[in-house]
């Protein structure tokens, strides 16, 4: 079904085509702008994430891609071809929903076969495929169970499996672990980055999770109110939020306001730092070049298994910090002293 003999040596992603490229697409409601002026370009052979909360335009735009909904203004190519109005079917990608959508009165194998079946494929040539698709998610010796038999991460490489049989050249996935356990939940991360990269072609994915989008992804869009915010690698959208929404949004950070630099002798501007990017010291240590030292009242220390989460009132304003769960001594009331490099905090437009 696929070639699955991937060159150890990825192409250079300036000289991958586009599997699917997005010019100003919009899609309104009425009034409603769920999608707004959105342009996106994803490179063959990524794993693209495309994250935000509830409402911020990524499943609209899924389903964009997907040909479940079509553009209010813009225009939308995969590999190439303008897909503007193309129903699904006549797309080359396919979709895993969140609640799998197999169907109960079929056993498994009909269920990953089905698409053969519309297509008047015989009975043994598709069951022969699906077998395959089956092998390939690690669900082979589970051909005649039903659904209802089955695991929440059986049935979701159940879907997998049968979104995978008609060869789609993108595949999509719409917060296809959410209804997973966290457990599962991350077992499901590794096979699913692993899946595609056996597989070599381009998955889309959308998720609430931030963890899940920076783990998994090659590339993460953050959406919010209808627009891509910041587009970039992972670590980028981490080490590097071009926003305050997706440096509030993406885990958390301290966000260093223009008031607050003045008092505490930082550059002035709106920046980021996140919480272990700071230290403590129990005492004032001679001023270092490319070092912020403050004084700092702990106002609340919160333990969080492998870590404690204090926060430090800091000339009138709250910061937040990360240290070892091992450092013990932390009151709250207690005066300390906070560093952080200068090379940690990352400049925002405001």
């Not at 915010?229 to 980028?236: C, L, M, N, Y």
């Amino acid at each position: 079904m696929y070639d699955t003999e991937k060159d150890e040596v990825s192409p250079d992603p300036a000289e991958r085509v586009s599997a699917v490229e997005l010019s100003g697409i919009s899609r309104h409601f009425g009034t409603v702008k769920a999608v707004d002026q959105v342009n996106l370009d994803i490179p063959e052979g990524e794993f693209f994430g495309m994250l935000g909360p509830s409402g911020s335009g990524k499943t609209t735009c899924l389903r964009l891609i997907a040909g479940f909904e079509q553009p209010t203004a813009g225009h939308l190519k995969i590999f190439g071809d303008t897909v503007d109005g193309l129903p699904p079917y006549r797309r080359a990608v396919n979709t895993v929903f969140q609640d799998y959508a197999l169907f109960p009165h079929m056993n498994v194998i009909d269920n990953v076969a089905y698409a053969l079946t519309v297509r008047g494929v015989g009975r043994r040539q598709r069951h022969r495929q699906a077998m395959e698709m089956l092998e390939l998610v690690r669900l082979g010796g589970f051909a005649k169970r039903q659904p209802a038999q089955l695991s929440g991460g059986q049935r979701q490489r159940v879907a997998l499996a049968r979104a995978l049989i008609g060869k789609p050249k993108v595949l999509l996935l719409d917060e296809p672990l959410g209804a997973l356990d966290l457990k599962l939940r991350e077992q499901m991360q590794v096979e699913l980055k692993s899946l595609q990269r056996e597989l070599g072609i381009t998955f889309v994915f959308v998720t609430h999770d931030q963890g899940e989008a920076l783990s998994m992804s090659d590339r993460v869009a953050v959406f919010n109110q209808g627009q891509v915010v910041q587009v970039g690698t992972p670590e980028d959208i981490y080490e590097r939020p071009e926003h305050r929404f997706v440096a509030d949004f993406v885990g958390s950070s301290n966000i260093l306001e223009p008031e607050l630099c003045q008092r505490i002798g930082a550059p002035e501007g709106l920046w980021s730092l996140r919480p272990e990017k700071i230290h403590l010291a129990d005492q004032s240590v001679s001023r270092e070049d490319g070092v912020i030292t403050v004084s700092a009242t702990i106002s609340h220390v919160q333990y969080q298994g492998s870590v404690r989460r204090c926060v430090l009132s800091v000339a009138g304003h709250s910061l937040s910090l990360s240290v070892p769960s091992a450092v013990g001594g932390l009151a709250t009331g207690q005066s300390v002293y906070a560093r952080w490099n200068l090379d940690d905090m990352h400049r925002m437009v405001p």
